[in-house]
């Protein structure tokens, strides 16, 4: 996989001065940024507001900026009478709001509640997103097999899943339940992560702030963050996003909360530079005519346009690598012309007799029991003669789940006989 960018490689975008901007370099002054000074000054005050008394440095440190920047935005909010200093720390001074600013403070948390980190420019957050699309990763088979080392795929597959996530594209995966169409699109997710992006925290425009950080789907990687850098943002490793049967059409857009004031980004704006995951596709709360629409020009041109509640549409990048998994066939779900833009389709089917067995032999020896030689052939005998069925790589994990079930209820160690294995199938196949 290519290395994650340096520091001369970051995106740089221009802040009206000529001054670097975004995460390689660090504003040193209020001319350096890429919002407008009354944005910085308003979560500066709000935040003074929420905090009580607190320090410059304190200050700088909820909004991620340099103490520099922090320093002139108090100067500003002192000549404006809204704080005032009440001790020194050294040579740091200790701020509190007074009566005015507390006032003005009150009346902006009625517009908008966000405070803490200050947020980048739309135009820097798509630069830097171009910049670190995952069509410019490149996936090589040494990566692809250590990621999926835990399952037991054939060459081929492999083959095909590293082409995938070379193209950067959409993939769809198909075929009976069962077969690990969840488990094998978050191991594509991993591979991605092992490279890293940069994300912010938040985004503004026209005064409205989204938030984009989610720390329950990005993870820091801070052991590579550089000295000086732009702390409004994050470096991550790629993001992964799964969602299923709870997707709505609501989900797709502009999250806007009437409490706080301010937007916290749809789905797809989490996962870009990514992987979005649409679990179950075809089940979820709005029709997959309805997303699919919603999704034809993104996919093809890598553009999404959002709406904010005045009904301004915003346009954001769509650089993610969005796979479909569906136990139904992509011919009954969308049309041709969508079909052309999924560019990669990978039926996962059944599996060979000799992969169940070493799938089984892998979930016994990972749960610690023992079992009879004959079981895994007793196990592929009942499927294909009994039920005739395919073989489906769930079964063998499920079986010594419940064998191991049994054998916690009955207080003994688990070991799979004729008799256990009877006992399983008959708690885990319909009759």
């Not at 920047?69 to 000549?79: I, S």
Request: with cysteine; proline share 5%.
């Amino acid at each position: 996989m290519a290395a994650s960018l340096t520091t001369q490689e970051f995106q740089r975008g221009s802040a009206g001065t000529g001054a670097p901007a975004g995460p390689a370099h660090k504003p040193r002054s209020l001319a350096e940024f890429d919002v407008r000074e009354s944005v910085l000054e308003d979560i500066a005050l709000k935040t003074l507001y929420t905090t009580g008394t607190i320090s410059v440095l304190g200050l700088a440190s909820a909004l991620r900026i340099s103490y520099e920047v922090m320093n002139e935005l108090f100067q500003k909010l002192r000549a404006q009478v809204l704080c005032q200093v009440t001790g020194m720390t050294g040579t740091i001074p200790q701020l509190a709001i007074t009566s005015q600013g507390r006032a003005r403070a009150m009346e902006l948390l009625s517009q908008s509640s966000y405070t803490g980190a200050a947020p980048v420019s739309l135009e820097s957050y798509v630069k830097q997103t171009r910049s670190q699309s995952v069509r410019k990763v490149e996936v090589h088979a040494d990566e692809v097999e250590r990621a999926f080392a835990h399952l037991v795929l054939d060459a081929d597959l492999l083959r095909r899943f590293g082409a995938a996530l070379n193209s950067g594209s959409a993939m769809f995966l198909y075929g009976p339940a069962g077969v690990g169409k969840t488990t094998m699109a978050e191991v594509l997710s991993r591979v991605l992560a092992e490279d890293e992006v940069w994300l912010p925290y938040a985004v503004e425009v026209d005064g409205q702030i989204i938030i984009v950080y989610d720390p329950s789907i990005h993870h820091n990687a801070p052991e590579s963050t550089p000295n000086d850098y732009d702390t409004r943002w994050v470096r991550c490793h790629r993001p992964a996003v799964l969602v299923g049967g709870e997707l709505t059409a609501e989900m797709l857009d502009m999250q806007f909360n009437p409490v706080s004031k301010y937007y916290d980004g749809p789905v797809q704006m989490k996962a870009n530079n990514g992987v979005l995951i649409i679990d179950d596709f075809g089940r979820q709360r709005i029709r997959p005519e309805d997303l699919l629409n919603r999704w034809i020009v993104p996919l093809d041109r890598k553009i999404d346009f959002l709406t904010l509640a005045g009904g301004r549409k915003i346009e954001i990048p769509f650089e993610m690598l969005v796979v479909f998994a569906s136990n139904r066939s992509p011919a009954e779900l969308v049309d041709p012309a969508f079909l052309r833009r999924i560019q990669t389709k990978i039926k996962i089917g059944s599996v060979t007799e000799e992969q169940f067995c070493e799938i089984f032999r892998r979930a016994a020896r990972e749960m610690q029991v023992p079992y009879d030689p004959e079981i895994p052939t007793d196990l592929i005998n009942f499927v294909q003669d009994k039920l005739n069925q395919d073989l489906r790589s769930c079964y063998p994990r499920d079986i010594v789940n419940q064998v191991c079930w049994a054998a916690r209820y009955e207080g003994k160690n688990p070991y799979i006989d004729r008799a256990a294995l009877r006992r399983a199938i008959d708690a885990y196949f319909l009759g």
